[in-house]
Every structure is written in structure tokens, then in C-alpha cells.
């Protein structure tokens, strides 16, 4: 294979700890994400010539500082180890609204990552990637989780404790379940609300949500939806956060009360997730919307299937 002198990748936008699993849990979604174009140019390392926001325009908040840019930082780190000669030039397209628990930084990195790897004579594959992806997320949430990188990547339902790092397991998915993400028009700092959670948790609390993961993933591996609901359960993290996005009851009672397996935030919000059976999908949807706006908020949602893939190349020359 030769080399490339450009190429284009996009990565998917992707649910954080799926409420069961803080840090260790994440879901790629469909309809949303970020696209990078890697340019190879003469001199070394990485440059951003332009970041775009969603209307298309320059970006007004994104820096093209490649030191402050999750999209440099990451190809940074994997030009330095696995570059040829020269450098590499990127264009950061956002498709994922910033600040809104739908894995913004992660898409960028990962983007940037794959994007710039399709440049070389033998590129790696995506698991080599994982651990470069990361280093632009340690930039923007302040702390080493993989749980939106891994599924951005990697696509699919992703266990990723850092304990396990570089490793990750594709976790088995129920027939027929559907993910519904609706993102109000508000924004949360990963990194500050991160700095906001308590430091001490009850043993008792600590072994109750473990059980609720292990439980999760047991329900996933066989099939088990009254398992999956029974454990898709968030009684440290939740409780702390869901105080910052306003509208977060109302949405999940109406999910809860139309027939989502599970509602919580994702991430550190405000977007909010449910899993659902996958004809319930459109509805439950609509209703989470609606209960947003109830509340005087913008929003939109995405439906997808839990198989939702990962980040790809979309073009290389």
C-alpha cells in the first residue's frame, strides 16, 4: 500500500457510561460526529489550518492552536510514533455540539487519529488507535477514560475500564434494542463537573453499583432485556449531576413511562439517553423531546441500533 497525501475520516458521536458504568461504558450512536481532513505539508508535526462548526462557519469558540486542538493533540501523538517524514496539516469539521456529553472531544480525537493514520504505507489498525485517541480527551475532560473514544472508534457497546487499557471488550448486544440520545441546548464542562463529584461513596453504594454493571453486561451477553432493565441503574453519578440540566426529570419520566429499559444522562450531560425496544424508538423520542421543550429548551434527538459502527475513512488519495 502506498502512502497517502490525504485523507478524510469521520467519528461518531457516542454515549459516556451509559449510567451503569461511569468511565468504563460507552455507546456509539448514528446521525452525529466530526470529520477531519488530514493534508500532508512540508516542516514537522501537526498544524490546524481551520476548524467549522455545525452552520458550516468558522468555529467562534475552537482553537487551531495545535497545543489547545483535542483533534492535534491526538495525531500529534501518533504522528510522533508512527509519522514519516514531514507533517500533517488538518481541517476539524464539529458535528457534535460541544459541552454536550455526546463525546465532542472524543470525535475530534478519534477523527484526527484515523484520519491521519490512513496516510501512511501500512496503516495500523483501529485498536492501535485507541491510546492516541485518548490523549486528546485527557486534554479536555482532565482524566484518562476511554468510555467515549472506545466506542467512537471502535463503534458498538464498549467496556473500557482504564484498568484494562489498551485493551477493550466489545460487549455482546440484545436483539431489537434501540438507543434514543436527546441533546438539550445547554452546555456542561466535563472537566468541572468531573472536579465536582464526591470523593467518598458507602461500601455499600460502591458494591450495589457494581452489582447493577456486572448485572448489565451479564443481560447484554444473554439476551436478558428484563435483566438489562432491572440493572440499567445510576445511584452515584446520577444523582449528583441530573441537578445541573433542568429538564432531565421530566425527560425520564416520560421515559420511563413509555417503556425505555433505562433513561440517565450521558455523560456528564446535558444530553440524555434511553434505551429502548427498538419499535418504541420513534415514539419515546418525540415524547423526550417534547418534555424537553416543556422546559423551554431547543433540542434534538438521534435514534439508533446498538451496533451503531465506528469511526471510518470516508476518503484517501
Known amino acids: 500500500m502506498s502512502k497517502k497525501h490525504t485523507a478524510t475520516a469521520f467519528a461518531p458521536a457516542s454515549i459516556g457510561n451509559l449510567g451503569v458504568g461511569f468511565d468504563m461504558l460507552g455507546l456509539a450512536i448514528s446521525g452525529a460526529g466530526d470529520q477531519v481532513d488530514a493534508i500532508r505539508v512540508e516542516g514537522d508535526g501537526i498544524s490546524v489550518t481551520e476548524v467549522r462548526g455545525l452552520?458550516?462557519?468558522?468555529?467562534?469558540?475552537?482553537?487551531?492552536?495545535?497545543?489547545?486542538?483535542?483533534?492535534?493533540?491526538?495525531?500529534?501523538?501518533?504522528?510522533?510514533?508512527?509519522g514519516d517524514v514531514g507533517g500533517v496539516d488538518l481541517v476539524v469539521r464539529k458535528g457534535v455540539p460541544l459541552?454536550?456529553?455526546?463525546?465532542?472531544?472524543?470525535?475530534?480525537?478519534?477523527?484526527?487519529?484515523?484520519?491521519?493514520?490512513?496516510?501512511?504505507?501500512?496503516?495500523?489498525?483501529?485498536?492501535?488507535?485507541?491510546?492516541?485517541?485518548?490523549?486528546?480527551?485527557?486534554?479536555?475532560?482532565?482524566?484518562?477514560?476511554?468510555?467515549?473514544?472506545?466506542?467512537?472508534?471502535?463503534?458498538?457497546?464498549v467496556l473500557c475500564p482504564s484498568s484494562l487499557l489498551p485493551d477493550t471488550v466489545s460487549v455482546n448486544l440484545p436483539d431489537g434494542i434501540s438507543s434514543v440520545l436527546l441533546h438539550p441546548e445547554l452546555q456542561i464542562n466535563t472537566a468541572h463537573s468531573r472536579r465536582g463529584l464526591a470523593r467518598g461513596y458507602s461500601l455499600e453504594q460502591w458494591v450495589t453499583q457494581q452489582g447493577y454493571l456486572g448485572g448489565f453486561i451479564a443481560a447484554c451477553?444473554?439476551?436478558?432485556?428484563?435483566?438489562?432493565?432491572?440493572?440499567?441503574?445510576?445511584?452515584?453519578?446520577?444523582?449528583?449531576?441530573?441537578?445541573?440540566?433542568?429538564?432531565?426529570?421530566?425527560?425520564?419520566?416520560?421515559?420511563?413511562?413509555?417503556?425505555?429499559i433505562g433513561c440517565s444522562l450521558s455523560g456528564s450531560g446535558p444530553s440524555i439517553f434511553a434505551l429502548c425496544h427498538q419499535r418504541d424508538a420513534a415514539k419515546i423520542a418525540i415524547g423526550m423531546e417534547q418534555a424537553c421543550r416543556n422546559y423551554g429548551y431547543v433540542c434534538q434527538s438521534w435514534v439508533s441500533s446498538l451496533d451503531a459502527p465506528g469511526a471510518h475513512v470516508e476518503y484517501s488519495e
Open 221 to 260: 451477553e444473554h439476551n436478558d432485556v428484563d435483566l438489562m432493565a432491572s440493572c440499567l441503574k445510576d445511584i452515584i453519578i446520577e444523582p449528583q449531576r441530573s441537578a445541573s440540566v433542568p429538564c432531565f426529570e421530566g425527560v425520564k419520566t416520560f421515559a420511563m413511562t413509555n417503556g425505555a
Open 55 to 82: 452552520d458550516g462557519e468558522i468555529h467562534p469558540y475552537l482553537s487551531t492552536v495545535a497545543e489547545e486542538n483535542t483533534a492535534s493533540i491526538a495525531a500529534a501523538a501518533f504522528w510522533r510514533e508512527h
Open 99 to 157: 459541552q454536550s456529553g455526546m463525546g465532542s472531544s472524543a470525535a475530534s480525537a478519534v477523527a484526527a487519529v484515523v484520519a491521519v493514520n490512513a496516510l501512511l504505507e501500512s496503516p495500523l489498525e483501529p485498536k492501535d488507535l485507541l491510546l492516541f485517541a485518548i490523549e486528546g480527551e485527557k486534554f479536555a475532560s482532565k482524566g484518562l477514560h476511554a468510555d467515549n473514544v472506545a466506542p467512537s472508534l471502535l463503534g458498538g457497546m
